[in-house]
């Protein structure tokens, strides 16, 4: 998905730009308009969040511990005076490395090996699902496990061991989705104009069967953050002090009473993400598709 | 229905009345709006007095229908004014193009408009009773026991997870009519009476394990099973061939023999013309002439019917151009640029500038009949001859090279159950450069797989099949399937939704060459050209595209292959008979500019005359009789094919 | 797919494919189990320093618990005793219980079994609740109820399975927090493994109920006076099975996964806790036992799911291939 | 020893009569692995077994030895001869009657290879054989004389099992405890619970306690809930009476809240404290070592991260430890200043972008390596503490999450900078465990760093071999002197059991190892 291209591009160059750019926004829906802010917050966080969070994130200040949120700590310090704020926006990087990471990986992945499953002979599909099964009988922290193993700790592996564990049900979405999509006359039509077969389904195929994949994919979002709380356990993942939300969360588990900010801090930031998605992914696919309203006709 | 009333009266009305619409009868009066102080808005309004009384056959309507008007959230209104009353045992056929609004209405007495639309009418009342303010309960009562509906998508009406026997008896069991324990057997009653073959065993089957035909005869058994008073068939015979067509219209005319009120929606004349005693012509949402059936098919007045009238093929010599329009007119359904005159002016080859301006007003016409037009009197434009002398006549494709040769080709399927079905038992065929060769057959004969084959994309089981000599397709396979191509029925599914028309035909060009974009452009701009689209269309998804257009671009699509050969699988089955014309006369001109040899497929006779030199006809998978098609279709030697044209309406 | 002849013979086809599968899943079973051999074995840890952990414990000790796990033997040795084992269906000596892993999971797995069939059916029920109630419907409701669903989705099983128990068991002392062995004590637990799974249900149920209501056969069964919920039931919902089923393939292998949450969370034995634990100690008999299980488990359930789809939606009978 | 509510066997004051009947459900974080004394080392198994199996001999919290199962006992001169004279009138929860033939079965089944024994084989250090001279008396025959025996002894891990059932039942120990205790087993939902129910003809309580007969409660619920959260919430709604392992910040809310009480005892033995690698690495200078535990404010550290629930702790072993030598305290004090002194003398006088010290271009990086399984009662927060407190001295403090494979190799390969360690033991032994150089890794011992000094194992051999408690004190106090002053560990608090408990809840005492008792407990009426 080609994001940030359509945003710009939509603002026609005239005399008076502002004035242009008031009426694109005008003729952008509230939601999605709410959901790109929260993304393009999203992506400063990640590249500079020195300048949403100027305290530091590691800071430790025993004497202030739990504080209350308030204009000295916007949402408050954990347990050794840390600023959750501040914590939340320096963890959003490698959180969305992790959670993007992943889910992204698994989507890829998944919709390549699905396609390739429903289009290709059917040894080629027999041999696909049946290491598909194998891969879903394998239990996701033995998969952490053996990145480890081969491939030695780090915030990029823990990302594919969750990756691979999230694999296999995207590649059977994929694969039923492919099989109705890849018998549509127009992937025929375009072996018919010369066109190699797996050009044919990488243009046609792979694009139409993605979108109940994409639905999916912003739904595991917050799963794969989550997941990658319980990888950094063992070494995969983000380390301590480094903040990170699924790391957080686990921190903030048992702090409702004491610091509700601590503990719905890390959750509301993976909700609102996943959010921002599903709205941006809906409206994306409405604009590419060409639909207007709401896809009814 | 009003107009029907004035076979009683001196057929005096005055055309030029300006106060036609004079609201002399407080309730049927214009309800104000931008329209108020035009003229006729309707038929009804023109005559103010029309009051259900008892007409000829001395029974009341059962449906009174009047200014009746429907839009939706986008755009103004589909539904203009339109009025008529329905007796029973009488049958009023609508015709009209695509788009013009026949769907909309018939779903509209039913209460299944739709959600965001906004219907308006001065009467709407089913057996006395008003409709208008009617809420969902109330229309629910009504729905199938009072009033049934058949859709115009009958082979998707059905629903495909339900036995067949559960559909039909559906409507029983909603409204409590017959116990469920009774229902099953009821349901066989139903199926039989419908003339659906072993109906104990289709009450427990799927839809899918139906013929087209079957399907169609369940819908309609599902429609009547609660008896209603009034019947509203929406296309009940669209693709469908010629033989399965003929039934379902006696079917139909067994219903209204026993009462029933029918309100016949088509897109083609000559089925109707069986059927209906009375034809309306509707055109951008408006009843634009209505008349005795008889008379409206012998003498039509408006210049729309006459266009319709004059688009089915068959009935004109080959080479002549079937549609009057010409490409430059918009396309069919672009909606007019203003209500202020007439909505078939921008099409219209008779229009003059007060046509654009000011609303027609109906002319009464003896025989009963009204038309809403202001050029009556003119003269309608002969058929035009083809730009030029056909390139290739008959005479011509005797000494032709022979592009495509198939030899013997045969083709199983195999059944889920284990059991293999052949679908094509040892055709050959020859096709010679520049020639169409029409491939004509009932539903289910092989056609489409043949074609498959002779497009490479379906191996045979048997059989050879070469192109200019050299098998095909050859080894390399790959680009040199450009070399055939296909344009096939559902177009809709042929391209992929999310690309857009210059994607789309881009595609087809070929992505090597790495041309520069512009000079691409430019190039898919010209392929459009050459079947009539504006460079407009190039950002449009296909779902942004009419039925018509969509064909079109499939055809450019297809030729910016520059293929040897022009596979085209009933290309027009799915259009309306004026797009069907524009579609045909383009095809005609296609192959005189680029001579690109042509295999025709199409179960409809007309189509078939119309648009090839030579015609195999197909049956169970075999070719049972071929020739030249005037001779085949003035002799036709075999039974099956006498029987075919025997079934042809009108 | 165009006129399919009558199923006759269907039958005989079914079950060839049904054997057929299941031969597979002999193939899958070991490639799974295999699998997790390896993966125990390339994990660094040595079971034994795992299985004793930090205390005391003498050499002599730990060589003997080494030479009674035949860890001393080479590795080729093991994997052939390993294979030879599972072949003859014996699952082997648990590490870390010494209780035959047969014994260990046959204890745990009821409760798993019983936990994932009662949320998965929740989620169902829920979903098709929510489906039926908003697919088709209000604007705002639908999008209320997808941002419920995206909530519910995206919530970790902790967090719901703590705020469950505190209104429920805590506040109004209407469930206990421990299982007790009573059917009340599986509905919060099963509630909380329902809830993310409704939230993917509903919206694939609702998107493809839509889809549905869409179509020409949903007019079709209005014009014959169908009411509007009646048309949802009676036609919709049979076409939301197939999407359902695929995903339901899918949820299995999350369902595992799930389960360690709220066991822990809910203090309920099951599967999903001996596996965290077994992995972390390389208890590898239990781990491949857990794996052989699940294998076996998703094989039948996609068998299920495969059947399921002709089922579902009879034309797909071709796709039994 | 400190700590609200109630200490070492006395019931909680004001409670009036004692009342009999009732279960008390108590929710422990962990479950134990098995239910045979003599295998499992976890600490939850020692709580539940304590109800279960009685032993020969009781140690209070003063470290005062008392008569249980042995009325009375001898030690030979040379200190390797225990001679028991054992109770006549006890009898099994299977009917079988105690004698010596009972107490010699257990302990050489706690010592037999094939019952895989992890903790209490390993108490019997240096056990030679076991005889029943008459039924009544037991004797215990060691290679080397050893203090320590009698703690060992008294600890549950080393409770008298029925011989009937350690002859019959041999698989299946584990699963079917059988005792003398005031408490006999009856079942156990895995990953649940485990329910125990009053042994009625219970009449050899030990001395001390504070009452004799059966126990009060008739039934004794241990149920299995990992999650802190969960056991709060139970406790506050009433479907426990006791929270096993109440969190810090729950801790001061329960005190504060009507109807509840805390029962905490800080445990004895090892605090949790930081190893440090003095044989090989950065920290084989003790400059650096010194430098490091001088830049660390753990008082106020200890004070957030436990909510002012834990003490800091001084020197290796806890104060509630015999033999606990007060010279340790503020040896290792906050002096940001000295240890920049000493950092700058060692050569680390660079700084990186970072902040952090160099010395030839390199980062003065310390590693230590942990797994989440000893993350519990916040010390991976406290870590992280110790970390931020690090970097402002300019030491790069990795506190590296492994799973417990990697970690246990770590560990055990002594590759590692910092260990951090606690263990419960009212034994000052324990020492040895950690920093006698008998003690390494693949001696079965947790002296990881492979630490050999001579000096330090004098004192230690001495404190475990001698019977004459001035002796092993002086051995002591050098040795804990000797930990601190050459910065071996950087102790961090003192453990403490705390369980929130509703104030029904009566008598609830604590052994010398900080181990909830329930023989004297009751529970009020409603
Ligand atoms: N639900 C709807 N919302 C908006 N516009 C609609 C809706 N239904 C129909 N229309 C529009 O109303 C017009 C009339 O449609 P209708 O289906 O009645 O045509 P028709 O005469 O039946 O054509 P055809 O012969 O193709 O079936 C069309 O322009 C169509 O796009
Ligand atoms: N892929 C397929 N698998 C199994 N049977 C098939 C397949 N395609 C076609 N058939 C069967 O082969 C026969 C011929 O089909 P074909 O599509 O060629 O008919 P047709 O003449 O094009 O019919 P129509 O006019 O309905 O398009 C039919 O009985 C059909 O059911
Ligand atoms: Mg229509
Ligand atoms: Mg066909």
Request: aromatic letters at 6%; charged letters at 20%.
């Amino acid at each position: 998905m080609s994001v940030p291209a359509l945003v710009p591009s939509r603002t026609p160059r005239t005399a008076r730009p502002a004035v242009a750019a008031l009426a694109t926004l005008r003729r952008i829906p509230l939601g999605p308009l709410l959901a790109w802010a929260v993304l393009v917050l999203l992506a400063v966080a990640a590249l500079t969040p020195g300048l949403l969070a100027p305290q530091p994130p590691n800071a430790v200040d025993p004497v202030n511990a739990l504080a209350p949120p308030g204009s000295e700590h916007l949402l408050g310090t954990d347990q050794l005076g840390r600023d959750v704020y501040s914590r939340l926006v320096h963890g959003t990087r490698d959180s969305l490395v992790v959670g993007l990471g992943a889910t992204g990986l698994a989507l890829g992945a998944g919709a390549l090996l699905g396609v390739l499953a429903a289009t290709a002979r059917a040894v080629v599909d027999e041999v696909l699902m049946r290491l598909t099964d194998i891969l879903l009988a394998f239990p996701g922290l033995l998969l952490a496990l053996l990145v480890i193993a081969l491939l030695g700790p780090g915030t990029g592996h823990a990302t594919l061991a969750i990756g691979l564990s999230m694999l296999p049900g995207f590649v059977r979405l994929a694969r039923a989705q492919a099989l109705l999509v890849g018998r549509a006359d127009y992937v025929h039509h375009a072996v018919g104009f010369g066109q190699p077969r797996w050009t044919a389904r990488l243009r046609h195929v792979v694009p139409n069967a993605l979108p109940p994949l994409v639905v999916f994919a912003t739904l595991s979002i917050a799963g794969a953050v989550i997941a990658g709380a319980s990888l950094s356990f063992l070494g995969l993942g983000p380390q301590p002090p480094d903040p990170e939300w699924g790391a957080m969360l686990a921190e903030g588990r048992g702090q409702f009473e004491d610091a509700w900010a601590l503990a719905l801090g890390p959750g509301v930031a993976v909700l609102l993400t996943a959010a921002a998605l599903t709205v941006v992914g809906r409206d994306l696919q409405r604009r590419l598709e060409g639909r207007h309203g709401h896809g009814r006709r | 229905m009003a107009v029907a009333e004035e076979a009683a009266r001196p057929a005096a009305g005055s055309p030029a009345d300006p106060s036609g619409g004079s609201p002399a009868d407080p309730s049927g009066g214009p309800t104000g709006g931008p329209l108020a102080g035009a003229p006729a808005e309707s038929f009804t309004d023109a005559k103010p007095e029309a009051e259900p009384e008892p007409g000829p056959a001395g029974e009341p309507p059962v449906l009174v229908v009047e200014n009746l008007r429907v839009g939706f959230a986008r755009g103004g209104d589909v539904v203009r004014g339109v009025g008529f009353t329905l007796r029973p045992g009488e049958c009023l056929a609508v015709v009209g193009e695509s788009g013009s609004g026949k769907s909309v209405t018939a779903r509209t007495l039913l209460g299944l408009t739709g959600p965001g639309a906004a219907v308006r009418a001065d009467r709407l009342e089913l057996d006395g009773v008003d409709l208008t303010g009617l809420d969902e309960r109330g229309w629910r009562g009504l729905r199938g026991r009072r009033v049934g509906l058949v859709l115009q998508d009958a082979l998707v009406s059905l629903d495909p997870l339900r036995r067949i026997g559960t559909e039909v008896t559906e409507v029983l069991a909603n409204h409590r009519l017959v116990p469920a324990a009774r229902r099953p057997a009821r349901a066989v009653e139903l199926l039989a009476e419908a003339g659906v073959p072993e109906p104990e065993v289709r009450a427990r089957q799927y839809p899918h394990e139906l013929s087209g035909g079957q399907r169609q005869r369940a819908l309609i058994a599902s429609a009547v099973a609660a008896d209603p008073a009034v019947l509203v068939a929406d296309e009940p015979t669209t693709a469908l061939d010629v033989t399965v067509q003929a039934r379902i219209l006696d079917l139909l005319a067994e219903r209204k023999a026993a009462g029933a009120a029918l309100l016949l929606i088509s897109h083609d004349l000559s089925v109707v013309a069986r059927l209906a005693d009375r034809i309306a012509v509707m055109f951008g949402g408006a009843f634009v002439e209505e008349g005795p059936a008889a008379q409206v098919l012998a003498a039509p007045a408006h210049p729309y019917t006459r266009e319709l009238l004059a688009a089915v093929p068959g009935r004109h010599p080959r080479g002549t151009r079937l549609s009057v329009r010409s490409p430059e007119l918009p396309p069919p359904g672009t909606p007019a640029p203003a209500d202020a005159g007439c909505r078939y002016a921008p099409h219209c080859p008779l229009a003059e500038d007060a046509c654009r301006t000011r609303p027609p007003e109906p002319v009464r016409l003896a025989g009963d009949r009204v038309a809403r037009c202001r050029r009556l009197d003119r003269p309608w434009p002969a058929p035009r001859p083809a730009a030029g002398p056909p390139a290739t006549g008959p005479s011509a494709t005797d000494s032709g090279t022979v592009v495509l040769t198939a030899e013997g080709l045969v083709k199983s399927y195999r059944r889920p159950d284990g059991s293999t079905h052949r679908a094509v038992r040892g055709v050959s065929l020859r096709l010679r450069a520049g020639e169409v060769l029409g491939v004509l057959g009932e539903s289910g004969s092989g056609k489409s797989t043949v074609a498959l084959m002779a497009i490479g994309r379906l191996r045979p089981d048997a059989g050879t099949v070469t192109l200019l000599g050299e098998p095909w397709p050859g080894p390399a396979r790959g680009a040199d399937l450009r070399r055939v191509q296909l344009v096939q029925q559902d177009t809709l599914s042929a391209f992929d939704p999310r690309w857009t028309v210059e994607r789309l035909v881009g595609e087809a060009l070929g992505a090597a060459g790495r041309r520069a974009a512009r000079r691409r452009r430019e190039e898919i701009a010209g392929r459009l050209r050459l079947v009539g689209l504006g460079p407009e269309l190039l950002g449009r998804r296909p779902r942004e595209l009419s039925g018509g257009q969509r064909q079109r671009v499939a055809i450019a699509r297809a030729l910016a292959a520059e293929p040897e050969v022009l596979v085209c699988d009933e290309p027009v089955s799915a259009l309306d008979v004026s797009v069907q014309a524009q579609v045909l006369d383009l095809l005609a001109e296609v192959r005189e500019r680029t001579g690109v040899s042509v295999l025709f497929i199409s179960h409809d006779l007309g189509v078939i005359r119309h648009s090839s030199d030579r015609v195999l006809v197909m049956k169970d998978g075999e070719v049972v009789e071929e020739g030249e098609v005037e001779e085949v279709f003035a002799r036709p030697a075999h039974p099956y094919t006498r029987q075919l044209l025997a079934a042809l309406p009108g | 797919m165009k006129g399919l002849p009558p199923p006759a013979g269907g039958l005989a086809l079914l079950r060839h494919w049904v054997v057929r599968r299941l031969a597979l899943a002999v193939v899958v079973v070991l490639g799974a189990a295999s699998a997790a051999f390896a993966g125990l074995w390339l994990a660094p840890g040595d079971p034994v320093q795992l299985i004793v952990g930090s205390h005391e414990v003498t050499p002599e000790v730990a060589a003997r618990v080494r030479d009674d796990l035949g860890l001393d033997e080479p590795l080729v040795v093991q994997y052939g005793r390993f294979l030879g084992r599972l072949l003859s269906g014996d699952l082997g000596h648990s590490y870390q219980a010494s209780r035959p892993v047969a014994d260990v999971l046959g204890d745990q797995a009821a409760a798993t079994v019983e936990l994932a069939l009662a949320g998965f059916l929740l989620a169902l029920l829920g979903a098709v609740l929510l489906a039926v109630a908003t697919a088709g419907r209000r604007p705002w409701l639908r999008r209320a109820s997808s941002a419920v669903e995206l909530v519910l989705g995206s919530t970790p099983a902790f967090w719901a399975g703590i705020v469950l128990l505190t209104l429920f068991s805590f506040r109004w002392q209407l469930f206990p927090a421990v299982d007790g062995g009573g059917l009340d004590g599986l509905v919060l637990p099963a509630v909380t493994l329902a809830l993310p799974m409704l939230g993917v249900f509903a919206q694939v149920l609702r998107e493809s109920m839509e889809r549905s209501l869409e179509e020409p056969y949903a007019l079709s069964a209005r014009a014959r006076g169908s009411g509007e919920t009646a048309l949802r039931l009676r036609h919709s919902l049979r076409h939301t099975l197939v999407p359902l089923l695929t995903l339901s393939g899918w949820t299995v292998g999350s369902l595992l996964s799930g389960a360690v949450v709220v066991e822990t969370v809910f203090s309920r034995q099951g599967i999903g806790r001996i596996t965290a634990s077994a992995i972390s100690a390389r208890d590898l008999p239990v781990v491949t036992g857990v794996v052989v299980v699940s294998a076996v488990v998703f094989t039948v359930v996609n068998l299920l799911v495969d059947v399921g789809y002709a089922i579902a939606d009879p034309r797909l009978k071709e796709s039994l291939r | 020893s400190s700590g609200s509510g109630s200490a070492d066997g006395a019931g909680a004051a004001g409670g009036g009569a004692p009342v009999d009947g009732g279960t008390l459900r108590f929710a422990a974080e962990v479950e134990p692995d098995c239910l045979d004394p003599a295998v499992s080392p976890a600490d939850v198994t020692g709580v539940v077994d304590r109800n279960v199996f009685d032993s020969l001999v009781r140690l209070d919290s003063a470290g005062t030895f008392h008569p249980w199962l042995a009325t009375s006992w001898e030690v030979s001169p040379d200190g390797l001869t225990y001679t028991f004279h054992l109770r006549t009138d006890v009898l099994f929860h299977d009917g079988t009657k105690l004698d010596a033939a009972a107490v010699k079965a257990t302990l050489e089944h706690a010592v037999d290879p094939a019952t895989k024994s992890l903790y209490a084989g390993g108490l019997l250090e240096g056990f030679a054989g076991a005889d029943a001279p008459d039924p009544a008396t037991a004797v215990i025959r060691l290679t080397k004389p050893r203090a320590a025996l009698l703690q060992a002894l008294s600890t549950p891990y080393l409770g008298i099992q029925s011989p009937k059932s350690l002859a019959d039942n041999a698989a299946d120990l584990c699963r079917k405890p059988v005792g003398s205790g005031p408490f006999s087993f009856v079942s156990w939902e895995k990953s649940t619970s485990v329910t125990l129910k009053r042994n009625p003809g219970y009449a050899w309580a030990p001395e001390g306690a504070a009452h004799t007969g059966a126990a009060h409660l008739e039934k004794l619920v241990f149920q299995i809930v990992p999650e802190e959260s969960v056991r709060q919430g139970q406790l506050r709604s009433g479907q426990i009476e006791i929270a096993g392992n109440a969190a810090p910040a729950r801790i001061a809310d329960l005190k504060g809240t009507k109807g509840f009480q805390v029962l905490q005892q800080e445990a004895p033995g090892q605090v949790y404290g930081l190893f440090l690698n003095p044989v090989a690495g950065v920290l084989a200078d003790e400059r650096v070592r010194t430098a490091l535990a001088r830049s660390l404010q753990l008082d106020a550290l200890v004070k957030s991260v436990y909510h002012d629930t834990r003490h800091r702790a001084q020197g290796p072993l806890g104060p509630g430890t015999v033999f606990y030598d007060k010279s340790v305290e503020g040896v290792l004090g906050y002096d940001p200043a000295g240890a920049g002194k000493l950092l700058d003398e060692a050569g680390w006088t660079g700084r990186d972008a970072d902040g952090y010290r160099t010395k030839d271009g390199k980062r003065l990086t310390v590693v230590w390596p942990t797994s989440a399984y000893l993350a519990r009662d916040n010390r991976d927060l406290l870590a992280q503490g110790v970390q931020a407190d690090a970097k402002k001295a300019g030491i790069e403090l990795q506190y590296l999450n492994q799973d417990p494979g990697t970690f246990a190799k770590t560990a055990v390969g002594g590759t590692a900078d910092v260990l951090g360690f606690s263990f419960v033991r009212p034994e000052a032994d324990i020492l040895r465990h950690y920093f006698g150089s008998a003690s390494t890794a693949d001696k079965g011992g947790s002296n990881l760093f492979r630490i050999s000094d001579p000096q330090l194992d004098g004192w230690l051999d001495q404190g475990a071999s001698s019977s004459d408690p001035a002796v092993r004190g002086r051995a002591y106090a050098q040795a804990q002197k000797y930990v601190v002053d050459h910065v071996l560990e950087i102790p961090l608090y003192v453990p403490v059991t705390a369980l929130g408990a509703s104030s029904r809840v009566h008598g609830v005492g604590f052994d010398a190892a900080a181990f909830p008792q329930f023989y004297d407990a009751w529970l009020a009426a409603r």
